[in-house]
């Protein structure tokens, strides 16, 4: 069992760049592959990027050379660094980890054009 609380989204021009963060309740390395989803309104949920134990980076063909995932295990806490935002990233993010199925609550992403 895992708690999650994301953090950092907002509202932000097209062209900027936003940091989110998640932070866990346990070590993130004794879970393994963390992940940050997706979903905007009338969209199903979509992975965004995901890392692995040992932080290699997995993205969408529609974020990459634009996102960066990252993680600080000794933190326990997940980035996602969101650069060149488009208004189709409009959406909540979540951050999940991915082995053990567990979701945070979501911050919602607005990019406004």
């Known amino acids: 069992q895992v708690q999650l609380v994301e953090s950092g989204g907002g509202l932000v021009q097209a062209g900027g760049p936003l940091r989110l963060s998640c932070a866990a309740s346990?070590?993130?390395?004794?879970?393994?592959?963390m992940g940050w989803y997706r979903q905007a309104p009338g969209n199903q949920r979509e992975m965004v990027a995901t890392?692995?134990?040992?932080?290699?980076?997995n993205y969408a063909d529609s974020v990459k050379g634009r996102f960066t995932i990252s993680r600080d295990n000794a933190k326990n806490t997940v980035y996602l660094q969101m650069d060149s935002l488009k208004p189709e990233d409009t959406a909540v993010y979540y951050c999940?980890?991915?082995?053990?199925?567990?979701w945070g609550q979501g911050t919602q992403v607005t990019v406004s054009s």
């Open positions: 999940k980890a991915v082995t053990l199925e567990y």
């Open positions: 346990r070590s993130i390395f004794s879970i393994g592959t």
């Open positions: 890392i692995s134990r040992l932080s290699n980076p």
